[in-house]
């Protein structure tokens, strides 16, 4: 039987169609209230999205999930036992490929007294762990996979989705935070062990509050170096972020226009790390603390 | 519920959207995006100067459409300029075709339009040139099943799609317009004689090619899923044509055949988006389209609808399966017929039995 949800994930609402049980749950698990029936909703619907059986009988011996939005797949079928974390992807795939009204970076975000900084990382930096970490410590999250920033500002627009926990860092945020709420776990996907652990209270309670680039760090986790920092010049910055732009080049100038903005209205680091007091401390002080000076 | 007839009319008429409901409005987003229209729709609009009472949500997904046509718009360009460089010395022609050709041309059917490829004819003889000179500047040939290439090889009017390796556009090197294998294909150098016209140092089509090629594409074909946005095309490039246009294209009829893709192209643009025909050309097509079999033009209509969940009429998965057969019938002798369609009935089979992807190569990981 195919379950229909609404998620309203500011600032997107999707309608979600799935015939696996284990995505409901933890859909209405992880989002909690952000997800409804849609008899009990009567707003626009930006996207319609799908994670179904694949077809056949394949069905009954080794059932697959499929993604779907707009009748495109963006990927191929994964094991069953992934299709909440296919339905994770699949919403960042949805958003990184249609809403180029935003300059889409891929990074975690978050924020301090309207204050926000970005941590563009590739895979295995650890990014997760320190967004889990900080989202905890004081400083709000409003993403972990991108940031929504408004071409030609330094605006960034909450997308708070759960954090996506891959496998060594599973057992590990799991023993910082129990009371937290995590997903089931996905085995042996192409990142690994994944687990999907909620956002918070708070990061929900203020989906809608913009907040003001002033950092980007590239952050690296290096279990021999307590705390390092070098400093960023504005051209290796701007390089770096646009590595991690999605749809800069959809946007053509105004994409470069809108990177070179950003670069130069935030202070640029490049931290390796094992200390995840010391880094917040830098952050706090140093980053955010410096921001009034510009 | 929004009816197909209204979503088409949202092209032709604009101003009849002004009565929609928020309701309306959404399903109407996703049904054009899913077709591919929703920059041309939106374009439509802003040139009507009617985009002002647009719902901000709606508003907001048309202009994500727009950018997203625009970059593929100087992508198109680039490209084309690109493989002018690269393999311009190696034919005697190098010809734009659909999506590409209308944007080169700056003429209406260029409006919003996106691409999946980009389409280029030149000449059988020097397609195998073509191809490995193409190759040096990082244009690879898919991945396709052995069926599937030998399909192409054989019996096709193309060879298997290239895809630039780092880019990631796809390009599609035409030798004919329609399967060799069907008997059927043209006298392409006598049509390109006739038919080509060079802007901004590209050949393209005429505006007459251009609509013959497209209603070929449309009606002599096996695959519906662009259907409706193949339609918005041929409207646009139909729409303020004077009498010349027509005369052009049915000379064009006269010389290479397809007049009845031609006729019922016109039939469906007359009917449902309320193009006003000459005289003498509403009474050719009448006399055309009364000789054609009722059901296979009715046919033709339902499956160049919008087709979509949200609308009354649904997907119309059943007619699209017909008209995909009937494609096939057209494109195919029959023993040739019989064999193709035994091979991927079997491996449809064994795609039903194993799955979908049954056939799909899985990624290194």
Redesign the interface.
């Known amino acids: 039987m195919a379950h229909k949800r609404i998620l309203l994930c500011s600032p997107f609402a999707f309608h979600i169609t799935s015939h696996h049980q284990s995505v409901i749950d933890n859909l209405e698990n992880l989002y909690g209230k952000r997800v409804i029936q849609p008899e009990n909703y009567d707003g ?3 996207y ?1 999205v799908s994670v179904t059986h ?6 009954l011996i080794n059932d ?1 999930a ?1 993604f779907q939005c ?2 495109m797949e963006p990927f ?2 994964l094991n069953r036992s992934q299709a909440f974390a296919m339905l994770e992807w699949g919403l960042n795939w949805v958003v990184a490929a ?4 935003h300059l889409i970076i891929h990074s975690a975000v978050l924020a301090k007294d309207g204050k926000a900084v970005v941590f563009p990382a590739p895979p295995g930096s650890g990014k997760s762990t320190l967004t889990a970490y900080l989202s905890r410590n004081g400083w709000r999250l409003l993403s972990d996979e991108m940031a929504l920033i408004t071409p030609l500002t330094s605006t960034v627009t909450p997308f708070v989705r759960p954090v996506c926990l891959k496998n060594d860092s599973i057992s590990l945020v799991k023993s910082w935070y129990p009371d937290d709420v995590f997903s089931t776990i996905a085995k042996d996907t ?1 990142k690994g062990d994944v687990v999907h652990m909620a956002p918070g209270d708070v990061a929900v309670a203020r989906d809608t509050e913009q907040a003001e680039v002033v950092g980007i760090v590239f952050p690296k986790y290096n279990k021999d170096v307590f705390f390092d920092v070098y400093d960023m010049d504005q051209a290796t910055a701007y390089t770096a972020l646009a590595e991690n732009a999605f749809n800069y ?4 100038e105004q994409g470069v226009k809108s990177v070179i903005k950003l670069v130069e209205n935030a202070s640029s680091f490049e931290v390796e790390y094992n200390s995840l007091e010391e880094l917040d401390s830098f952050l706090t002080e140093e980053v955010l603390g410096a921001a009034h000076v510009k | 519920m929004l009816s197909s007839q209204q979503v088409i009319e949202a092209f032709t008429q604009p101003e009849s959207t002004s009565s929609f409901t ?1 309701h309306q409005w ?1 399903d109407l987003v ?1 049904v054009l ?2 077709e591919k229209l929703l920059a041309r729709f939106y374009l439509l609009l802003k040139n009507e100067g009617m985009s002002g009472f647009l ?1 901000d ?1 709606v508003q ?2 048309c ?2 459409a727009e ?2 046509a ?2 593929q718009r ?1 992508v198109v360009l680039c490209e084309t300029q690109g493989l002018k460089q690269a393999i311009g010395n190696e034919t005697p022609y190098l010809l734009m075709l659909k999506g590409a050709a209308y944007t080169i041309c700056e003429n209406n059917a260029g409006l919003g339009r996106v691409y999946s490829d980009i389409d280029v004819l030149v000449p059988k003889n020097v397609i195998s040139k073509v191809e490995s000179r193409l190759a040096i500047q990082g244009w690879l040939s898919k991945e396709l099943d052995n069926y599937d290439e030998k399909y192409y090889r054989q019996w096709a009017h193309e060879i298997p799609p290239m895809q630039h390796g780092t880019r990631g556009t796809v390009l599609d090197l035409h030798h004919n317009m329609v399967p060799v294998i069907s008997g059927k294909s043209i006298d392409i150098e006598r049509f390109v004689a006739v038919t080509q016209r060079e802007v901004n140092g590209v050949l393209t089509l005429n505006d007459s090619g251009m609509f013959f090629h497209s209603a070929i594409h449309l009606f002599f074909n096996d695959d519906y899923s662009s259907a409706f946005r193949d339609m918005t095309d041929l409207w646009l490039l139909v729409k303020s044509q004077d009498e010349e246009f027509y005369h052009m294209l049915f000379a064009l009829c006269s010389d290479f055949g397809f007049k009845k893709e031609c006729v019922i192209a016109l039939y469906l643009l007359q009917m449902r988006y309320g193009v006003t025909l000459p005289e003498w050309v509403d009474s050719e097509i009448k006399e055309s389209v009364g000789k054609m079999s009722a059901w296979e033009v009715k046919l033709l209509s339902r499956v160049t609808e919008p087709k979509h969940s949200l609308l009354l009429s649904g997907e119309r998965s059943a007619l699209n399966t017909i008209a995909e057969a009937r494609g096939h019938f057209l494109k195919m002798p029959l023993n040739i017929l019989v064999y193709h369609t035994g091979m991927k009935l079997l491996r449809a089979m064994t ?8 056939f ?1 190569k ?2 290194q ?1």
């Open positions: 626009f619907i930006d319609r694949s077809g056949g009988i394949r069905r697959q499929r707009d009748k191929k079928p249609h809403e180029v009204s192409h080049t959809v946007l053509q | 928020l959404n996703l995006r899913h719902p949500n907001r997904h202009k994500n950018t997203l625009e970059k100087s795609k039903m039995v194993f799955g979908k992807h049954f799909t899985p990624t990981q």
